[in-house]
Each structure stands twice: as C-alpha cells, then as structure tokens.
C-alpha cells in the first residue's frame, strides 16, 4: 500500500506549490491513475514516491514504512519505473536495457536471461528478433513497451508508469492499454499510472486521482463513482459532457438485471452479453427498437434488455449526483 | 630518394625519434589525467563548464610557437620545460570534448538511469561516459596529433625530439636531413591520427553507431 500523507511540494524560487496537501492511499494490487491537465503536478506527485523529487512537506508510506527508511537509490530498485520519455540506454541492446535493475541487483546470468526473453514475450516482441537489437532500430511504439518492460524487470512490487503510452498513435495506444491489462491480471501489481486523457485514465484506472491546477486533488475514487457523481465543476467538466455515456462504457450487459423474454424474442436486435452498455444502447437506437435480446457465447437467450431499463440506470445516477 | 633513406639510419635518429615519441606520450598522458577529472568536476554546472570551455578554447587558440616561448622564460631550457608546453597544448581539445560529450548525454536517458536505481556513480561510469566516449576519444585524438606535431618545435627549448634534424639539417645546409626529419613527423602524425581513429571506433558503444547511420539516412 502507498499512503501519502499531507504531501506537498514547493520547487525552490517558486512561491506557489505544484503539489498541494496530498492525502489518499492506493491499495495493493490496483492501478492508481494519476489525471490531470498538463502541468497539474503529476509527474512531481509520482517522482515523490521513488524519491527522485523530495516532499517539502508531509510523508509517503509503502506498506506503512516512510519511503525515507532506505537510501534513495536501494529504494529506486524495487520500484519499476517507466519515465514519460522512456529513457531507452541507446548504447546498451534491448536485452541489456531491459536488464538493467536485475544485474544492479546482481541476478546470475541465466536467470537474467530467462527474465528478459519472458518480458520480451510478455509486451510482444520476438525475443529472437529484438533481445539483440539497438533502440535506435525499434520503433516508438516498440520503444514504450521496452519501456515498460524494463520497468518490470526485477518484478517490484509497485510500478510507476508515467504517460507510458504516450507516443504512439491511437490505434496502437489502445492494443498496448488492452495488452497491459491483460498482463496486470497475471502479475496483479501496484501500479500508479499517469495520463492527462481522461478515456485513458477510465480504462486504465481502478481509481482516479483528479489534480487540478496547482496540485490539488479534486476527487479520488474508482472511474464508475466519479463519472457518476463528479464533485465539483472542474471535476465535470474534465471528465466531459458525455460522462453519461463515459459510464455507460464502463458496464457490460452480463452486469444487468435482465427481463425475461416472453417468448417474443425473434425479431428483436440480439446482444452478446459481453457488449458494454454505451455500444448496446448503439445497437439498439441504431437498430430503432425499445428491446434487444441478450446472448450468452453459446447463442443462448439470457433475457431482454431495453433502452428504458438503460435511461433508469443513467438518470438515478445523475439525480445522485451532488456538487459541494 | 637515398639520401632520405640514410637519415632513418642515422643513430641519432632513432634517438630523436624516441625522445620525440617520449615526450609525445608523456605530455598526452598528464594531459588526460588533468583535463579529464576537471570535466568530470565541471560538467554538472553550466556555468563552470563555460568557463572550462572557453578557457580550452582561449588555450588552442594560442599557437604551439607562442607557448613555448611563454614557457622558456618561465621554465628555462630542456626536457622538462618542453613537456610542460606541450601537455599545455595537450588539455584544451580534451578538456572541451570531455565537458561537451559529457553534457550533451539526453538529460532523459539519465533520469530513467536515476529512477531505475543506478547511483550516481553507476550512471557515470554505465550511462554518461560510454554514450560520451565517442566524443571524448575525437578530442584526445585531435589533442595527441596536435602534440606529435608541435613536439617538433621543442627542439627550440632544448627538449630535443625530431625537430633537432630538421634544425641540424637547416644549419649545415642539407636537404635530405630536413626532409627525412619533416617526413618522419608527418608519418608520426598520421599513424597517430589513424591508431586513435581506430581506438575510437573500437570505444564506440555499437548502439550508437546505429544511432548515427539512422540520422544520417
Ligand atoms: N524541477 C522543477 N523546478 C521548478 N518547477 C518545476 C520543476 N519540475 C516541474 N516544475 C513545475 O511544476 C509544475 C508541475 O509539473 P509536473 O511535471 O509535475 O506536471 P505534470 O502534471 O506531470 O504535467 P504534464 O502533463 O505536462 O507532464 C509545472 O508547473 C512545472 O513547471
Ligand atoms: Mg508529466
């Protein structure tokens, strides 16, 4: 667990703090998106963790430790860091970048390179093809996910991963975001991720930390709360005027209560149960019908679902909804 | 043709030629021991680096001639004062690289070194000065051929070296005296020019060199 305790962080010769009185936890095993418009102070606020950038004021705690009991750099290798630029060693191969934290840490040499050809496989790069490569011959995208696995090297407990999709295009971003989950499944990490695009950070997130200029946390909790009841103005306007249909896209069919069929199913527009609500509720206008029938894998009828049942759960949502 | 020939058979060719080579070598030697701690001290700030960098540039601007005539009023006559001179001549080009190459190493490839756990010195001696090494060995090669050639002139401070059989060559009036010592510096010169190129390919971390081939297409 992360515990940050009233942290806040003045930059020498600045009157101003960037990070302003941060207090929130982040649970082992989840992903903690750190969002926020650009210069809002995530990067300071993650930088805080490892110790790249010291606190001016309050404390962080891992696992109920202050981060302060080991010296920076023993602390440094066993938190997996991928930096927003990612930082490749451009005179050292792929393997030997990748291998960085396990030969500070003095693994023997075959397990290093059984490591390495694993996380090679992992983010879906041929270890044949790249373990002997340069960065220079990598592509950005590929870049990012030497990036990240370098970051998971030495297998750490807590990872900080800062913007680590962002140089790629829209189409990669997505299968690398989709690749990431899958992998966070098996390995069930710490993981604090930041990203100034909002879709990310809800697809990302088990939790969001909204920051608002001058390093204020405007609201913590999972994607689902927050699109439901952002707390303030700033909140909802950041997360954007479609954060109905943001939530929407958050919950999956097999998630609702369905009605029965009545035995009128056959003309209706079917729905695998897989399907988010925001594509179904799409299905349904698109197909200009009330209802559609919900199929499991197997073709099998589970129920109805209707744009009405749809707008119920929207609208209760909405009237929850409370600024302070 | 012959006559050159019979000057490399000269005893005190061979003489010359080691003293050339000794002095050479020696003042290449302090000169990397000097100007290299003093860019590792100085790199860090941008300030101090200007000052070493312009006062390196100050320094190869002064002619080979014009330090040894500062040195021998100072220093006198001999071996000794002569290698001051030339380890003088020696710092700058060294001096300059070393701070440049070093500061030039993307400030991100050593925030991801930092953030991984490397300590100071492990970013250093694993990140900065190998990324750095290429430019680092063009200025000790500039530097050692500046040296080999201006070793010639030490001969005027009595330090002896390849100069002397030109000089003797001027004062009894023999051509092939002053060619064979001029051609055997110039050899000097270029052997020296293409061992340090060849060290520099070798001290050239291969992924850099993919680097370069990349920009240049
Ligand atoms: N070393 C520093 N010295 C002084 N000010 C700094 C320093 N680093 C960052 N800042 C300032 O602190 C503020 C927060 O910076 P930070 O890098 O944490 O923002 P960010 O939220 O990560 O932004 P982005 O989305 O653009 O990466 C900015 O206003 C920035 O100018
Ligand atoms: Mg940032």
């Known amino acids: ?324 | 043709m012959d006559s050159i020939l019979k000057v490399f058979q000269r005893p005190d060719f061979l003489a010359q030629l080691v003293v050339h080579i000794e002095l050479s070598v020696i003042a290449l030697l302090i000169g990397i021991t000097v100007a290299m701690p003093v860019a590792l001290l100085v790199y860090r700030s941008r300030l101090w680096s200007a000052v070493a960098i312009n006062t390196g540039n100050i320094g190869r601007a002064v002619p080979s001639l014009a330090i040894l005539a500062l040195v021998f009023p100072l220093l006198g006559f001999g071996f000794a004062p002569s290698l001051v001179a030339l380890t003088l001549l020696a710092i700058p080009p060294i001096l300059i690289n070393a701070s440049t190459g070093l500061r030039q190493v993307n400030p991100q490839i050593i925030d991801a070194a930092r953030g991984m756990g490397l300590s100071n010195g492990q970013v250093l001696g694993h990140i900065q000065l190998p990324i750095a090494a290429p430019v680092i060995f063009a200025g000790i090669r500039t530097s050692a051929v500046q040296v080999v050639a201006s070793a010639t002139l030490a001969t005027f401070i009595g330090g002896g070296g390849l100069g002397e059989l030109i000089v003797l060559g001027f004062q009894r009036n023999e051509l092939a005296i002053q060619l064979g010592g001029s051609l055997a510096v110039a050899i000097l010169a270029i052997i020296t020019e293409v061992g340090f190129g060849l060290l520099e390919r070798a001290f050239t971390p291969k992924g850099l060199l993919v680097t370069s081939n990349h920009r240049s297409k």
């Open chain 1, 1 to 324: 667990m992360i515990e940050f305790r009233g942290v806040s962080k003045t930059y020498p010769g600045s009157l101003h703090p960037v990070v302003n009185d941060l207090s929130f936890e982040i649970l082992d095993g989840e992903i903690c998106v750190l969002v926020g418009p650009s210069g809002c102070g995530k990067t300071t606020s993650m930088r805080m963790i490892n110790r790249l950038i010291e606190p001016s004021e309050g404390e962080i705690l891992i696992d109920g430790e202050p981060n302060t009991a080991m010296s920076g750099t023993k602390l440094r290798r066993h938190i997996g860091y991928a930096i927003q630029q990612i930082g490749l060693f451009p005179h050292r191969t792929i393997a030997d970048n990748i291998a960085t934290v396990p030969q500070l840490l003095d693994w023997d040499k075959i397990r290093i390179e059984r490591r390495v050809d694993e996380l090679l496989q992992l983010v879906g790069l041929d270890p044949a093809q790249y373990r002997g490569r340069y960065p220079a011959e990598l592509s950005g995208g590929q870049q990012q996910r030497v990036g990240v696995a370098r970051a998971m090297a030495a297998d750490p407990p807590i990872m900080l991963m800062d913007e680590p999709f962002g140089a790629v295009d829209p189409i990669t971003r997505n299968r690398l975001q989709d690749e990431f989950l899958r992998i966070q499944e098996e390995i069930n990490k710490t993981i604090v991720f930041v990203t100034h695009d909002i879709d990310e950070a809800i697809k990302m997130g088990d939790k969001l930390a909204i920051l608002k200029e001058g390093g204020v946390l405007a609201q913590y909790d999972t994607p689902e709360k927050i699109l439901a009841a952002p707390n303030s103005e700033f909140v909802s306007s950041f997360v954007g005027a479609d954060r109905v249909l943001k939530r929407l896209s958050l919950l999956r069919v097999s998630d609702m209560e369905l009605d029965s069929t009545n035995g009128d199913g056959d003309d209706l527009p079917r729905i695998s149960e897989r399907t988010n609500l925001k594509d179904a509720l799409s299905e349904l206008i698109g197909a200009g019908a009330e209802r559609g029938v919900v199929v499991s894998n197997g073709d099998g009828a589970r129920g109805t679902l209707s744009i009405e049942t749809i707008r119920r759960l929207s609208h209760q949502a909405e009237a929850e909804q409370r600024y302070e």
